[in-house]
């Protein structure tokens, strides 16, 4: 038995013990005394790496089939039920030399949940039929892929990577490597996950994190009864591997790659030998903040000067014990396309910037100082979070380090960064070129998804002169860090501190709202500002202009910004219905003064003719590739825009700007004159701080505008949907050859009070897990299945989200039809056992919320500038009426506004229909009358696919689903969407 002393952050609310139990598994075990949420993630030093050659996405597949049953709780939905009906989460991902299972639930029940855990890594089942259901499974994930640039983008590098290196593999799986290479080869599937189990499944390569609320001795005699009859298999020994992704044979390639979304992006590729045991001396960090800063100097800023680039990352996207893959991605301008040599140029001159200069040991101490800081004032982080990165951490960290590694800075190696830098060469390079521009030479497919792309060597001419570029007087080494703090003071608080938000300041244009932090006593602040106009959103016109004067503004700030979020110190500015949302984070020390520039900024706005053109170029670019998103997140903006009185869709939005000129925008700039200004500060700051700031704020910015008069404020107002129909709204999915179809579903409740918030919150921890295991581990319906609560600018509802490649959304929409049809019988037949859970969970959710300073200051700030009601102890009222929840009250609930045999429901259907169930969308088009919605009943499917008895049996489902529908509500198809808008009323707007 092993313990370990731990470093760990100042923060005496928590404390921590590590402990090596009798199999050698390691554990962390952490005692937060005021939480009632638990979490603990388990990660197995194995992953896709170690996939059989012949059967590519074998550990992703069993990392599925975990969830499936064990010998002690057979039934396949047992752990996930037990999880999601006591209010918790559960998941799991594979990665390349890890899986991480990992769950949360309130800590009154976290023994129970660890039981059935454990027994994942004691003694699986991987039952047959559940095998091929989540073959099935790991198909529609893989699917829901196809069309991202980035799955596109890094399995192409794979496919043209080192063969005999493990990094080379096609790791997520799908049909053709798990199901017809399997069958092709003889290979029984099943028996082969149960020999890859036994082959690498040892307690000694298994890392264990458990948070919680109880006593540490009594976790960890919990943790040793439940854990170590994992087996410890000497013979299971982690992947060894040698060599590196890319030998110089893979290396010397351009390859252009035709992305789905419509970018111009440029990556440099490097392969060197640092890799994660180098992290006491961190060299690749050191490298990747020197090339990826943003101050003056930098590559970035020259970019951006030069009107070539607008975005620029650098670092270790993958890497390992003695390698790593570098990566520094530009995101360029249409200039710079026309320029790309210049830009691999000029990053080859900042190269020999470091080259030549060296790394500076006044860079190492800034950096080793910044992380020191934010390591000992580290705040809450939620107990799932913090349980699935530090069991991740505990294969690569020593285990006195594994809190502090990632912040830690231990050794000083300027010759070992040297070392590294000089791996950036022109000649060890690969350089992918993701555009559009060739399009019609790019003739081959890649293996796995189908992206379109060439390669070919790069001229021998061209890596000469990189290698060997002039020197460009624009760039240099960083400046210092100017908000990098020098106080951490806690400020005297005052006996009667009020524990609520308290209204400083009140004009006919400004609110500000403050509270001194008495509980975290951390030296913190977080700012809020709302600038309210409604210039900000009141046609699509003028909402592509502010979104660029938004995008301009953010880059003005850019270098600036960039050193104080170095600093811990975090800005944000976006733009929001109301107008712009600006946010201030981190130490106080500087916070000041990081406002003052901010709004300095916004008061002597100008732009230039190549700035606007740039940034009206790229924000157009934005918000057409949102159009090439995954289905399911499209049609929950659609949904979106659908409920809302006045909410634009990208289509509105894209066209207007081909006409917009310098001109009018600075036209646009001298009529945004009236404004509304809300703003709220908590953390280490005085009255007199919050009060003194908004003069000085004033001073610079606010007196220069005038007040919104109350009759102008913008309120958000979300459309009443009529009662007893259901209302259908469906569109062709504008990526070609997409076949994921997705729809969401709303059904509202009502007006948001702690009553609706309360029981649609129950009703959904109800609802969540037998939806999930009965479309989609039974039915296999498709990856994405979710049901959840829906809350928009004071209306509460239900939702559900689903996406299938194999099913359209008729069909989807009937199996959610279904289950509601079947969960009803469960609700008038509720047992009060399941309810007092789902009742307990809400409320531990509730008592739980605020644990950290930010998270306490985002609570009110909601209140404030979000739902503007001012209900401080919101959770209280909420918690008051769960306590007196009646499954009576949740049977007239149901009755009323959801059954399918009410009258009274208001239900929204929005769906995307991929290629080949595009026929009822071009049906319903030609027959819909000028009015804009057709009245006509859908042809629903009345056969279930891929449903067989075994498979309900083996879910152990609470509700039996039928195969037809059976409705009584009309079906109203929605073509001219702001046609019948117009004619629906609107819930009241929510004024304080």
């Given at each position: 038995m092993?313990?370990?002393?731990?470093?760990?952050?100042?923060?005496?609310r928590?404390?921590?013990?590590?402990?090596?139990?009798?199999?050698?598994?390691?554990?962390?075990?952490?005692?937060?005394?005021?939480?009632?949420?638990?979490?603990a993630?388990?990660?197995?030093?194995?992953?896709?790496?170690?996939?059989?050659?012949?059967?590519?996405g074998?550990?992703?597949?069993?990392?599925?089939?975990?969830?499936?049953?064990?010998?002690?709780?057979?039934?396949?939905a047992?752990?996930?039920?037990?999880?999601?009906?006591?209010?918790g989460?559960?998941?799991?991902?594979?990665?390349?030399?890890?899986?991480?299972?990992h769950?949360?639930?309130?800590?009154?029940?976290?023994?129970?949940?660890?039981?059935?855990?454990?027994?994942?890594?004691?003694?699986?089942?991987?039952?047959?039929?559940?095998?091929?259901?989540?073959?099935?499974?790991?198909?529609?994930?893989?699917e829901?892929?196809?069309?991202?640039?980035?799955?596109?983008?890094w399995?192409?590098?794979k496919?043209?990577?080192?063969?005999?290196?493990?990094?080379?593999?096609?790791?997520?799986?799908?049909?053709?490597?798990?199901?017809?290479?399997?069958?092709?080869?003889?290979?029984?599937?099943?028996?082969?996950?149960?020999?890859?189990?036994?082959?690498?499944?040892?307690?000694?390569?298994?890392?264990?994190?458990?948070?919680?609320?109880?006593e540490?001795?009594?976790?960890?005699?919990?943790?040793?009864?439940?854990?170590t009859?994992?087996?410890?298999?000497?013979?299971?020994?982690?992947?060894?591997?040698?060599?590196?992704?890319?030998?110089?044979?893979?290396?010397?390639?351009?390859?252009?790659?035709?992305?789905?979304?419509?970018?111009?992006?440029?990556?440099l590729?490097?392969?060197?030998?640092?890799?994660?045991?180098?992290?006491?001396?961190?060299?690749?960090?050191?490298?990747?903040?020197?090339?990826?800063?943003?101050?003056?100097?930098?590559?970035l800023?020259?970019?951006?000067?030069?009107?070539?680039?607008?975005?620029?990352?650098?670092?270790?996207?993958?890497?390992?014990?003695?390698?790593?893959?570098?990566?520094?991605?530009?995101?360029?301008t249409?200039k710079?396309?026309?320029?790309?040599?210049?830009i691999?140029?000029?990053?080859?001159?900042?190269?020999?910037?470091?080259?030549?200069?060296?790394?500076?040991?006044?860079?190492?101490?800034?950096?080793?100082?910044?992380?020191?800081?934010?390591?000992?004032?580290?705040?809450?982080?939620?107990?799932?979070?913090?349980?699935v990165?530090?069991?991740?951490?505990?294969?690569?960290?020593?285990?006195?380090?594994?809190?502090?590694?990632?912040?830690?800075?231990?050794?000083?190696?300027?010759?070992?960064?040297?070392?590294?830098?000089?791996?950036?060469?022109?000649s060890?390079?690969?350089?992918?070129?993701?555009?559009?521009?060739?399009?019609?030479?790019?003739?081959?497919?890649?293996?796995?998804?189908?992206?379109?792309?060439?390669?070919?060597?790069?001229?021998?001419?061209?890596?000469k002169?990189?290698?060997?570029?002039?020197?460009?007087?624009?760039?240099?080494?960083?400046?210092?860090?100017?908000?990098?703090?020098?106080?951490?003071?806690?400020?005297?608080?005052?006996?009667?501190?009020?524990?609520?938000?308290?209204?400083?300041?009140?004009?006919?244009?400004?609110?500000?709202?403050?509270?001194?932090?008495?509980?975290?006593?951390?030296?913190?602040?977080?700012?809020?500002?709302n600038?309210?106009?409604?210039?900000?959103?009141?046609?699509?016109?003028?909402?592509?202009?502010?979104?660029?004067?938004?995008?301009?503004?953010?880059?003005?700030?850019?270098?600036?910004?960039?050193?104080?979020?170095?600093?811990?110190?975090?800005?944000?500015?976006h733009?929001?219905?109301?107008?712009?949302?600006?946010?201030?984070?981190?130490?106080?020390?500087?916070?000041?003064?990081?406002?003052?520039?901010?709004?300095?900024?916004?008061?002597?706005?100008?732009?230039?003719?190549?700035?606007?053109?740039?940034?009206?170029?790229?924000?157009?670019?934005?918000?057409?590739?949102?159009?090439?998103?995954?289905?399911?997140?499209?049609?929950?903006?659609?949904?979106?825009?659908?409920?809302?009185?006045?909410?634009?869709?990208?289509?509105?939005?894209?066209?207007?700007?081909?006409?917009?000129?310098?001109?009018?925008?600075?036209?646009?700039?001298?009529?945004?004159?009236?404004?509304?200004?809300?703003?709220?500060?908590?953390?280490?700051?005085?009255?007199?701080?919050?009060?003194?700031?908004?003069?000085?704020?004033?001073?610079?910015?606010?007196?220069?505008?005038?007040?919104?008069?109350?009759?102008?404020?913008?309120?958000?107002?979300?459309?009443?949907l009529?009662?007893?129909?259901?209302?259908?709204?469906?569109?062709?999915?504008?990526?070609?050859?997409?076949?994921?179809?997705?729809?969401?579903?709303?059904?509202?409740?009502?007006?948001?009070?702690?009553?609706?918030?309360?029981?649609?919150?129950?009703?959904?921890?109800?609802?969540?897990?037998?939806?999930?295991?009965?479309?989609?581990?039974?039915?296999?319906?498709?990856y994405?299945?979710?049901?959840?609560?829906?809350?928009?600018?004071?209306?509460?509802?239900?939702?559900?989200?689903?996406?299938?490649?194999?099913?359209?959304?008729?069909?989807?929409?009937?199996?959610?039809?279904?289950?509601?049809?079947?969960?009803?019988?469960?609700?008038?037949?509720?047992?009060?056992?399941?309810l007092?859970?789902?009742?307990?969970?809400?409320?531990?959710?509730?008592?739980?919320?605020?644990k950290?300073?930010?998270?306490r200051?985002?609570?009110?700030?909601?209140?404030?500038?979000?739902?503007r009601?001012?209900?401080?102890?919101r959770?209280?009222?909420?918690?008051?009426?769960?306590?007196?929840?009646?499954?009576?009250?949740?049977k007239?609930?149901?009755?009323?506004?959801?059954?399918?045999?009410?009258?009274?429901?208001?239900?929204?259907?929005v769906?995307?229909?991929?290629a080949?169930?595009?026929?009822?969308?071009k049906?319903?088009?030609?027959?819909?009358?000028?009015?804009?919605?057709?009245?006509?009943?859908?042809?629903?499917?009345?056969?279930?696919?891929?449903?067989?008895?075994?498979?309900?049996?083996?879910?152990?489902?609470?509700?039996?689903?039928?195969?037809?529908?059976?409705?009584?509500?009309?079906?109203?198809?929605?073509?001219?969407?702001?046609?019948?808008?117009?004619?629906?009323?609107?819930?009241?707007?929510?004024?304080?």
């Open positions: 092993t313990t370990v002393q731990l470093e760990t952050p100042c923060n005496p928590l404390s921590y013990k590590y402990v090596e139990l009798e199999n050698k598994l390691c554990v962390v075990l952490v005692k937060d005394p005021t939480t009632k949420q638990s979490g993630a388990l990660s197995i030093g194995f992953g896709s790496f170690s996939d059989p050659k012949e059967l590519p074998l550990a992703h597949f069993c990392e599925h089939m975990l969830f499936m049953g064990t010998k002690k709780y057979p039934s396949e047992e752990y996930r039920n037990f999880i999601q009906n006591n209010g989460y559960c998941n799991a991902y594979t990665a390349s030399e890890q899986t991480n299972y769950f949360s639930i309130p800590c009154d029940c976290l023994e129970g949940a660890l039981d059935r855990f454990a027994q994942f890594f004691i003694a699986p089942l991987f039952d047959q039929g559940s095998t091929n259901r989540e073959l099935r499974q790991i198909n529609s994930e893989h829901k892929n196809v069309k991202s640039d980035t799955w596109r983008f399995q192409l590098l496919d043209y990577s080192n063969k005999s290196f493990p990094w080379h593999k096609f790791g997520t799986g799908n049909t053709e490597t798990l199901v017809e290479s399997a069958e092709k080869n003889g290979i029984d599937i099943r028996k082969r996950l149960l020999d890859y189990v036994k082959e690498n499944f040892s307690a000694h390569h298994m890392k264990l994190v458990v948070y919680s609320n109880h540490l001795d009594a976790l960890e005699k919990t943790v040793r009864e439940l854990f009859p994992i087996e410890n298999n000497p013979k299971a020994s982690r992947l060894e591997y040698s060599g590196v992704p890319f030998t110089q044979e893979e290396l010397g390639y351009w390859i252009d790659l035709v992305p789905v979304k419509e970018v111009h992006t440029l990556s590729v490097f392969c060197t030998d640092a890799g994660d045991n180098e992290y006491e001396s961190k060299p690749e960090h050191c490298i990747s903040h020197l090339i990826g800063h943003e101050s003056k100097g930098s590559l800023y020259y970019f951006r000067e030069e009107g070539l680039a607008e975005e620029l990352t650098a670092g270790s996207i993958w890497s390992g014990k003695g390698w790593s893959v570098f990566h520094i991605s530009i995101d360029m249409n710079g396309l026309e320029n790309v040599d210049e691999i140029t000029a990053c080859f001159q900042y190269i020999k910037v470091l080259k030549t200069e060296g790394f500076q040991e006044w860079i190492w101490d800034e950096l080793k100082d910044i992380a020191e800081m934010e390591f000992k004032f580290k705040e809450y982080t939620d107990p799932v979070s913090m349980a990165a530090t069991a991740g951490d505990m294969h690569t960290f020593k285990p006195e380090d594994t809190l502090s590694g990632h912040y830690r800075h231990r050794k000083l190696d300027l010759k070992r960064v040297n070392d590294v830098i000089d791996c950036l060469t022109a060890k390079m690969n350089i992918v070129l993701e555009s559009r521009l060739h399009e019609d030479e790019c003739t081959e497919s890649s293996a796995w998804y189908g992206a379109k792309f060439r390669r070919f060597k790069i001229d021998a001419e061209k890596i002169k990189w290698d060997n570029p002039e020197a460009n007087p624009k760039l240099a080494l960083p400046p210092r860090n100017p908000f990098c703090p020098k106080s951490f003071d806690i400020k005297p608080i005052p006996e009667d501190n009020p524990k609520e938000p308290q209204l400083v300041v009140r004009t006919a244009q400004a609110e500000v709202w403050w509270r001194q932090d008495d509980v975290y006593k951390v030296p913190k602040v977080v700012a809020h500002w600038i309210v106009s409604p210039l900000a959103y009141n046609t699509p016109r003028n909402r592509a202009m502010f979104r660029v004067y938004s995008a301009i503004f953010q880059d003005k700030l850019n270098s600036m910004s960039y050193l104080s979020e170095m600093a811990n110190l975090s800005f944000d500015a733009c929001s219905m109301l107008g712009f949302s600006i946010a201030v984070e981190g130490f106080n020390d500087k916070a000041g003064k990081l406002a003052e520039t901010i709004f300095t900024e916004l008061a002597e706005f100008k732009v230039d003719k190549v700035q606007f053109e740039m940034w009206k170029d790229k924000t157009k670019r934005q918000i057409a590739n949102t159009l090439m998103d995954p289905p399911y997140q499209r049609v929950m903006d659609a949904t979106n825009s659908c409920l809302h009185q006045k909410r634009y869709r990208p289509q509105h939005i894209i066209p207007e700007f081909d006409d917009i000129t310098l001109d009018d925008f600075n036209a646009y700039l001298q009529i945004f004159d009236a404004i509304k200004v809300e703003s709220f500060v908590m953390g280490n700051v005085t009255k007199e701080d919050v009060v003194g700031l908004h003069e000085r704020l004033d001073k610079i910015y606010f007196s220069k505008k005038k007040a919104l008069p109350s009759n102008d404020f913008p309120w958000p107002r979300v459309l009443q009529p009662a007893g129909k259901d209302l259908i709204y469906m569109y062709e999915n504008t990526i070609p050859d997409d076949p994921n179809s997705a729809l969401e579903i709303v059904i509202q409740v009502g007006k948001r009070s702690p009553w609706s918030c309360a029981i649609i919150d129950v009703l959904v921890n109800l609802m969540d897990s037998p939806f999930f295991a009965a479309l989609r581990s039974v039915e296999t319906l498709g994405v299945v979710f049901c959840g609560c829906k809350s928009d600018n004071g209306v509460e509802g239900i939702r559900f989200i689903l996406q299938s490649s194999e099913h359209g959304p008729m069909y989807m929409y009937s199996r959610v039809l279904c289950f509601l049809e079947a969960f009803e019988e469960y609700i008038h037949n509720l047992p009060e056992e399941a007092k859970k789902s009742v307990e969970a809400e409320i531990a959710s509730r008592v739980d919320k605020a950290s300073l930010k998270k200051s985002d609570f009110f700030w909601k209140e404030i500038g979000d739902y009601e001012l209900k401080w102890h959770d209280e009222a909420e918690i008051e009426e769960l306590q007196q929840l009646t499954i009576n009250k949740m007239a609930l149901w009755d009323e506004k959801i059954s399918c045999n009410s009258t009274q429901r208001s239900m929204l259907v769906a995307i229909a991929g080949g169930s595009t026929e009822l969308v049906e319903i088009q030609q027959e819909c009358p000028p009015r804009g919605w057709l009245h006509k009943e859908p042809t629903l499917p009345t056969k279930v696919a891929h449903k067989t008895e075994e498979d309900t049996e083996n879910a152990d489902l609470p509700i039996t689903l039928g195969d037809k529908v059976k409705k009584i509500n009309p079906t109203v198809w929605l073509v001219d969407v702001p046609a019948f808008k117009a004619t629906c009323p609107t819930f009241p707007a929510v004024i304080v």
